[in-house]
């Protein structure tokens, strides 16, 4: 296998094993509120460096085993079990995350990144789609979700979830860009390899020390503030947007099963974005400013679908649900139209955050997807709190703020990064 062959192979396995994780994980998150009302479904988040002592490979295994036993815990929830899984998966998250990023990035270059990035983002967003079609078909009908149906999902999603977790395995390692001399003597490379062995904590201080440097740089910055509303959204999308849906009861008995369509549609839309730009990434003349428009103007008019449609009280309706009618009636196909481009303005934004990352930072990457994740987790933990006591009009504006200033952002930094490109210069000099 060639060396393009086998980045390309591991770009497939990274998004078939996260597509497994996250069939568990984001169906889990699409009916956790809906099935256990008197659990609070808020993260922790965290970030560590695990990534940076035992590489991408293992850091992945060793998250998506926690990952698993957060899906498990909900087999038989206790609050005590829940909120300990809760902060694992948190630290978890950030780990996982920031080796993905590690991992797409040393199987791509300036070339191969966006349509790697469109590639994986394609294959984890279908993860939407499968767990979803499940929930809309066995839970048709049905107003109340039985202990027994409960059992039944949350152990199918805990094994998928631990095949994508055994998938990692199947990763190779790259091989390396120049190969050694014949003038570089065994000596030499036993002495390289004793050092490396050495030096495993001094990579985390190093990525540490370096993240807090790269957290206080004008790119990171402005990005920053386009990761914190991929955060606020991505709270919206699979989780409040859910609720709401299941708290109207105008939409009679089918609010549970509407939960999964809407789930499958935001996957559809998370897939046709990120096969679309994958593709388009090879004729990528006019930059990643497009794309990220398209994004926030499919959000802007999902929202205000949304605002029209959705009753203000929906996020936090009592259990028996919401009667209240916003300005037109609830409609089950504005709701399912929303759910698709909620999706596909997500995809728009995701892929081009993680193709400047691995571009700007290809040297070394962990510590900009740390700082990623993290912003992102931290802006996500922020939407889950407040979102069970803001009105949804409220909700929407807080989003449309953020994504109209994150959106700015983004230009400004590509727009640096193209100009100096022009010139002939590196973006590490950014």
């Not at 070339?111 to 767990?131: C, E, P």
């Not at 046709?272 to 499919?298: C, D, E, Q, W, Y």
């Not at 205000?304 to 409609?331: C, E, H, K, Q």
């Amino acid at each position: 296998m060639s060396p393009e062959s086998k980045k390309l192979f591991n770009i497939i396995i990274l998004g078939v094993a996260f597509m497994f994780m996250f069939t568990a994980f984001q169906t889990c998150g699409n009916v956790a509120q809906t099935v256990i009302r008197s659990l609070n479904s808020t993260d922790f988040h965290g970030s560590e460096y695990t990534s940076a002592i035992v590489g991408p490979q293992l850091s992945m295994f060793a998250s998506g085993l926690f990952y698993s036993m957060y899906i498990a815990v909900f087999i038989q929830p206790f609050s005590w079990s829940f909120y300990t899984a809760s902060v694992f998966i948190g630290i978890a998250a950030a780990v996982l995350w920031t080796a993905q990023g590690n991992c797409l990035t040393i199987n791509s270059d300036e070339h191969t990144i966006g349509r790697n990035s469109g590639i994986f983002w394609a294959l984890l967003q279908s993860s939407l789609f499968f767990g979803n079609l499940y929930i809309y078909f066995a839970w048709h009908g049905k107003t109340h979700i039985s202990e027994s149906d409960r059992r039944t999902v949350f152990i199918a999603l805990t094994v998928i979830s631990l095949v994508g977790t055994v998938l990692f395995f199947l990763i190779r390692k790259p091989d390396p860009e120049n190969v050694l001399g014949e003038d570089e003597s065994s000596d030499d490379q036993d002495l390289e390899v004793n050092e490396s062995a050495q030096s495993n904590m001094t990579k985390a201080i190093d990525a540490f020390k370096k993240s807090l440097e790269l957290c206080v740089t004008k790119e990171m910055l402005l990005l920053s503030v386009t990761t914190a509303y991929t955060g606020l959204e991505l709270t919206f999308f699979s989780t409040i947007y859910g609720t709401c849906i299941g708290a109207i009861n105008k939409f009679g008995t089918e609010e549970n099963s509407l939960i999964g369509l809407s789930g499958i549609f935001t996957g559809i839309g998370e897939i046709l974005g990120g096969s679309l730009f994958g593709l388009l990434s090879k004729n990528n003349r006019f930059g990643r400013n497009p794309v990220v428009l398209l994004g926030i103007l499919v959000h802007f008019i999902a929202f205000y679908l949304i605002f029209l449609n959705m009753p203000g009280d929906a996020p936090i309706a009592p259990v028996g649900g919401t009667n209240r009618s916003a300005y037109i009636r609830p409609s089950k196909e504005v709701a399912i139209l929303c759910s698709f481009l909620l999706g596909l303005g997500d995809s728009c934004f995701n892929t081009q955050l993680l193709s400047i990352l691995g571009f700007l930072y290809s040297e070394d990457s962990a510590p900009a997807f740390t700082i990623f994740k993290f912003v992102q987790s931290i802006c996500a933990a922020v939407a889950a709190f407040y979102s069970n006591y803001l009105l949804l009009h409220w909700q929407l504006l807080i989003m449309v703020l953020f994504g109209f200033l994150g959106t700015l952002s983004f230009f400004t930094v590509e727009w640096d990064a193209a100009a100096i490109v022009a010139r002939g210069s590196d973006y590490r000099s950014i």
